[in-house]
């Protein structure tokens, strides 16, 4: 028994044509007097350049056959006489699977599974670049010369193939004239994508020097500032909408719908963006003063003077913890000159706070993501004073647990070996374990208030990291959100397919069964694939235990680095 993939909106007898390989696939059907003149009909279309793209993805179309429809078909759906031209087929030993022969402006195609959402390998470096963008894709691809990946192409095919057909038998007038009214069309969009990369390939390979200057600046300015990354993520965003108006090779679905997608999303991003930055400029203006208040209450009295008040609290002897008086007093004075320093600069900065919200406000109106960056900037220079004393107490903890370290391995009689990485037993002097003792003793008294103020500023920059994670946090939220794919997957599934199923249902007459290709939607799993890795990254960047562990072995808390985060969505 053979199978037959039929297309459940044809029923009409003719020639069938389609493919014969990797199964029978009717694509349509031609209704003339001989095969002869079917076969020449589709040896034209084959000819043309507008089918080359269709027949690299699923080979070359033919005649198959004629076709008979039998008006005693117990399905409701076509169950025509198919006599092959080379045999026959009759219909009571072949099994029809039914398919839908989507339309090219419905934007609805099938996939294998989540993975063959993703498209074959392209050849166009461009378009295989803007599909990295799409959150409704994974990363993997397929080839086309899978199997079943050919067969679902023809699916997908079916309709341009019929349409290019129709055009053919209509004459090529109308399709000059559909071709100019669609290049009409994008060609104002074209022009603007030409003249903007001819504009950034310009200043790239400029040698005027203040183009050097300032793309030198830019580049070395983005790695220490939020804004800046913002303003380069905000052009990429604009020159993925420019590169959605781009044209697709005929018959590719998956890359049409995939363009389009990426294409919508990225212009609902950026439009939520503009809306929410609006309403927060808004607000930013009416209550202008509360924001000047709330902005030297917490850079001025919580950053400065309370700091200052601990250190004066830990400098005598806190809940009858007697701490080495000397060594507290030269850490309380050191850490509050460093304040003081970093505050007498606060002050010259105090007159200006208010173009710094001007600023922040003309920030909002590119986008609450701009505001957002520049928030996590101001974070970053108004707190450098705690990053500062942080550093500091965190080399001298480091020192000290690391002298802590080498003291054991001397009372162990054992010492470190550095060529091969490993402790060996070693024999040691009177006078070597004489030193250790008087180091160790100097150690036991002095490590105590090493580790309060250490513990201080470590509380200070884990709470400083806090802040800032949660501001990368909405940023990536708002910059990378599938907004448009969720919306399309609610709306219509079969846009965003995940996978392929057949269906089966019984026949009107209850003696037999109709066998039909379905399209499972895309997971949620697969839609937010990219927003949770990036989520991963954050999570594991910042995770509790770990931040603990980098407390507790003295190492440097950081926040993390900007191109491991946006290295999941380029």
């Known amino acids: 028994m053979s199978s037959i993939f039929w297309p459940c909106d044809v029923a009409r ?6 493919w014969d390989h990797p199964a029978l696939c009717i694509a349509g059907v031609l209704e003339a007097e001989e095969d002869s003149h079917a076969e020449a009909l589709l040896q034209r279309v084959a000819r043309s350049a507008e089918t080359q793209a269709l027949i690299e993805i699923c080979g070359a179309p033919r005649v198959l056959g004629r076709c008979v429809l039998s008006p005693f078909a117990r399905s409701s759906y076509p169950q025509p006489d198919v006599d092959m031209l080379c045999g026959s087929s009759r219909a009571h030993s072949t099994t029809y699977i039914y398919y839908h022969r989507h339309d090219a402006n419905s934007l609805r195609f099938y996939a294998l599974d989540s993975d063959g959402t993703r498209l074959f ?19 993997s691809l397929r080839s086309a010369s899978n199997t079943w990946q050919i067969l679902v192409n023809q699916w997908n095919s079916a309709k341009f193939l019929e349409q290019f057909i129709e055009h053919e038998q209509r004459g090529q007038t109308i399709d000059i004239q559909e071709h100019s009214a669609r290049f009409k069309e994008t060609s104002k969009f074209t022009a603007i994508y030409e003249k903007f990369y001819c504009t950034i390939d310009a200043i790239e390979s400029s040698t005027n020097l203040f183009w050097r200057v300032t ?3 830019f580049v070395y300015s983005r790695e220490f500032s939020i804004a800046v990354q913002q303003i380069e993520s905000r052009a990429r965003k604009l020159r993925r909408l420019l590169r959605g108006v781009q044209p697709v090779p005929n018959g590719d679905m998956r890359l049409k719908s995939s363009q389009y997608i990426e294409f919508y999303n990225t212009l609902w991003i950026i439009l939520n963006d503009l809306i929410i930055g609006i309403a927060l400029r808004q607000i930013l203006r009416q209550d202008r003063q509360a924001f000047l208040h709330l902005f030297k209450l917490v850079f001025e009295d919580k950053a400065v003077h309370e700091i200052r008040q601990i250190l004066l609290w ?4 806190p809940a009858g913890l007697k701490l080495n ?6 850490y309380s004075h050191s850490f509050m000159g460093l304040i003081a320093l970093w505050n007498r600069g606060f002050r010259t900065v105090i007159p200006l706070i208010p173009m710094l919200l001007g600023a922040l406000e003309l920030g909002s109106a590119f986008g609450v993501t701009m505001a957002l960056a520049m928030v996590c900037d101001l974070v970053c220079v108004f707190m450098a004073h705690v990053q500062l004393c942080y550093l500091v ?3 001298v903890y480091g020192h000290l647990l690391r002298l802590a370290a080498s003291l054991w391995n001397l009372f162990r009689g054992r010492r470190h070996n550095v060529l091969r990485n490993r402790t060996d037993p070693w024999d040691y002097d009177v006078d070597q374990l004489l030193l250790g003792t008087i180091l160790f003793t100097l150690i036991a008294y002095l490590f105590p208030t090493v580790l309060v103020y250490y513990i201080l500023f470590a509380t200070m920059r884990v709470s400083t990291i806090l802040v800032y994670a949660s501001l990368e946090t909405a940023l990536a939220f708002m910059n990378y959100f599938p907004l448009f794919a969720l919306m399309l997957r609610v709306k219509d599934p ?4 995940g996978g392929i199923y057949m269906r089966v249902e019984p026949t009107n007459s209850g003696n037999g069964v109709d066998v039909f290709v379905e399209s499972h939607p895309l997971p949620f799993a697969v839609t937010f694939s990219q927003y949770v890795e990036l989520w991963k990254r954050l999570a594991k960047h910042y995770q509790p235990f770990r931040l603990v562990w980098y407390v507790v072995s003295g190492r440097v808390l950081d926040t993390i680095p900007r191109t491991y985060v946006h290295s999941t969505t380029r």
């Open 13 to 18: 007898s003719g020639f069938c044509y389609g």
């Open 121 to 139: 390998e392209l050849q166009d470096e461009v378009l295989r670049w803007s599909l990295k963008h799409d959150f409704s894709h994974t990363t």
């Open 215 to 217: 793309s030198f600046v």
């Open 314 to 317: 830990l400098d005598s002897w």
């Open 325 to 330: 008086t000397e060594l507290s007093r030269f």
């Open 393 to 395: 107490s965190v080399t």
């Open 494 to 497: 079969q846009r965003l397919p």
